[in-house]
T-cell receptor, first 114, second 110 residues
Framework: EAGVAQSPRYKIIEKRQSVAFWCNPISGHATLYWYQQILGQGPKLLIQFQNNGVVDDSQLPKDRFSAERLKGVDSTLKIQPAKLEDSAVYLC????????????FGPGTRLTVL | RKEVEQDPGPFNVPEGATVAFNCTYSNSASQSFFWYRQDCRKEPKLLMSVYSSGNEDGRFTAQLNRASQYISLLIRDSKLSDSATYLCVVNRAGGFKTIFGAGTRLFVKA
């Protein structure tokens, strides 16, 4: 069974530039999560989708971050404009449905903002 | 105060040792609990779910104490390959909130 796919794996940009990350969850998984993990910290949930609807985006900095999950499958996370403090690994995860299900993570995108 | 707190460690133990980690949570509405393992520069992977009755998987035992609002992970007979960061995860059904702890680093040495 294919896992969660993410691209790109690495991205280096300058501050104030824009960047987008892509995630393809495990087939059939209704719930998709985007996390930000800063070095030395645990993953922080940015946004959670149930199919193509947003369930929780309370920690998403909406002035610069946006995310969408069209058709309830793939998802993109965008940062515009990027700040130095956005340097982190952005992890995408998916689960079958309810919050009690196991989350499967993709390999992440390592973002460096210079 | 953070909603989910873990001792960051690091825990440095010799092979064969028994080591235990605790994780405390502050929201009594928390419904489900997990331990994930994260190797250096890798993604987190589920280690085990934590049930009210406790559960065991080989050398690993997880327990939940709802009254005191903490979960624990016990690793017996530590192996070099157990070296990793162990993340505590707490979910709340209301609002579907998922919260990760900052992780506890474990180093097992020969």
């Amino acid at each position: 069974e294919a896992g969660v796919a993410q691209s790109p794996r690495y991205k280096i940009i300058e501050k104030r530039q824009s960047v987008a990350f892509w995630c393809n969850p495990i087939s059939g998984h209704a719930t998709l999560y985007w996390y930000q993990q800063i070095l030395g910290q645990g993953p922080k949930l940015l946004i959670q989708f149930q199919n193509n609807g947003v369930v929780d985006d309370s920690q998403l900095p909406k002035d610069r971050f946006s995310a969408e999950r069209l058709k309830g499958v793939d998802s993109t996370l965008k940062i515009q404009p990027a700040k130095l403090e956005d340097s982190a690994v952005y992890l995408c995860a998916s689960s079958l449905s309810a919050v009690t299900d196991t989350q499967y993570f993709g390999p992440g995108t390592r973002l460096t903002v210079l | 105060r953070k909603e989910v707190e873990q001792d960051p460690g690091p825990f440095n133990v010799p092979e064969g040792a028994t080591v235990a980690f605790n994780c405390t949570y502050s929201n009594s509405a928390s419904q489900s609990f997990f331990w994930y393992r994260q190797d250096c520069r890798k993604e987190p992977k589920l280690l085990m779910s934590v049930y009210s009755s406790g559960n065991e998987d080989g050398r690993f035992t997880a327990q939940l104490n709802r009254a005191s609002q903490y979960i624990s992970l016990l690793i017996r007979d530590s192996k070099l390959s157990d070296s990793a960061t162990y993340l505590c995860v707490v979910n709340r059904a209301g609002g579907f909130k998922t919260i990760f702890g900052a992780g506890t680093r474990l180093f097992v040495k020969a």
